[in-house]
């Protein structure tokens, strides 16, 4: 019998996405849930989301908005009155002034992230990414066929990605661009703003692409972080509504990209998702109004995080990453384990404390690392405490 076409193509299509491997936390998130159908309580120290709901503000704007009846696509670009909202976020947050066109709303920082590989790289080409790091980076570059080149961060350099890292690995083989990320995730660390002019400068005497995550920004417990905007005018900035703006499921983000890449990122984004949600675009426009809110649940991030800074290392946990920002501690777990997955498993089944295994962000180092999220509520940062004291021997 003659094979169809489909099943001829198979193999190919399943090398393609075995490069794309799961990302662990969803798994632990699987688990987490069929033990909570068990009956079981479970902690979610996994989940790199905030607890609180979205604030009420954008709540109302998407009511009003839902009550008018019609919700339809929108500009692919995104809505003027967003573009310019973001572009006077910059204005007034970073003093970096930004015409309202360069900014590029999107369907959450990841179909941004799509968008800007597409539109800044071929198949083929070279991008600077780090371990640990957040998986998504791996495996979207990997989907299309952009080879993630991995940069191990190291306690010497302030666990950060710095331009002489760049410039030795572009030495040893070109790079085409690089992902770079503050506050990270997992990590928490995050680039000062000498070190991140420092990359703009050595990305444009390299003639790479910079690109810069910062959707963590606003979620910062010393000083403020600093967009590459500010020292760069060419960076690829990515941010969302996701972290600091508590509105993860509305899958709302933007993108800051030069002019010259606006046009080209148009074309894409109506080719691949038509538009942002509009009723997102609705929430997050009225979210910037939100502030005094927001700052409340930051409040509580800071409360979670000085205690568990506090209590972990009198249970064992002591050596962690700087917890800059964002909402995660990484702690290097090697005195218990070589196997973070099984760790985790074990944890989560003997403890019901969910935790993300350092593998998913590192595939070497990450072997000795767990994640904690403290974006829950307090209550669950002290219970965490409480169930891994004694458990970890
Ligand atoms: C560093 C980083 N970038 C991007 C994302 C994706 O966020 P979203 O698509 O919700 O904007 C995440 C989510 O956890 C993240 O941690």
């Not at 985790?344 to 998913?360: F, I, Y």
């Not at 829950?376 to 002290?382: A, Y």
Request: glycine share 8%; net charge neutral; hydrophobic share 45%.
């Amino acid at each position: 019998m003659t094979k169809s076409i489909a099943d001829q193509n198979l193999p190919l299509i399943a090398r393609r996405m075995d490069r794309v491997s799961s990302f662990l936390a969803m798994d632990v998130l699987s688990a987490a849930a069929a033990k909570e159908r068990r009956g079981d309580s479970v902690i979610h120290m996994e989940v790199g989301q905030p607890s609180a709901a979205a604030p009420r503000a954008a709540r109302e704007a998407a009511k009003a908005a839902l009550d008018l009846g019609r919700i339809g696509y929108t500009e692919a670009l995104g809505i003027a009155s967003l573009r310019e909202r973001i572009a006077k976020h910059y204005r007034e947050t970073y003093g970096v002034s930004i015409a309202p066109e360069r900014v590029v709303v999107t369907t959450g920082s990841s179909a941004g992230f799509v968008l800007a590989f597409l539109s800044l790289f071929d198949a083929g080409q070279r991008v600077a990414i780090t371990a640990p790091g957040y998986p998504a980076y791996r495996n979207i570059l990997e989907a299309l066929g952009i080879e993630p080149v991995v940069i191990p961060l190291n306690k010497a350099d302030g666990w950060i990605m710095t331009a002489k890292a760049i410039e030795k690995a572009h030495a040893a083989k070109p790079l085409h661009g690089i992902l770079a990320m503050s506050p990270a995730n997992p990590s928490g660390t995050m680039i000062g703003r000498k070190a991140l002019a420092e990359l703009g400068e050595i990305c444009r005497r390299l003639g790479l692409w910079f690109v810069s995550d910062e959707i963590y920004h606003g979620l910062t417990y010393g000083d403020a972080a600093s967009t590459a905007l500010a020292s760069d005018d060419d960076a690829v900035v990515i941010n969302s509504f996701s972290k600091y703006y508590c509105m993860t499921g509305w899958r709302i983000g933007w993108i800051v990209v030069p002019e010259r890449l606006v046009r080209p990122i148009e074309r894409l984004a109506q080719n691949l998702y038509i538009s942002p949600p509009y009723l997102s675009q609705v929430a997050a426009l009225a979210a910037f109004d939100a502030t005094e809110e927001l700052e409340a649940v930051k409040a509580g991030y800071a409360r979670n995080r000085a205690y568990l800074l506090e209590e972990l290392p009198k249970i064992g946990i002591a050596e962690m990453h700087p917890v800059d920002g964002a909402f995660y501690i990484y702690a290097d777990i090697a005195r218990y384990t070589n196997d973070s997955i099984g760790f985790c498993k074990r944890m989560l089944e003997e403890t019901g404390v969910a935790a993300t295994p350092g593998l998913d962000f590192d595939p070497i180092e990450g072997a000795h690392y767990m994640r904690l999220s403290f974006a829950g509520s307090e209550n669950d940062c002290r219970e965490t405490v409480e169930r891994l004291r004694g458990w970890l021997k």
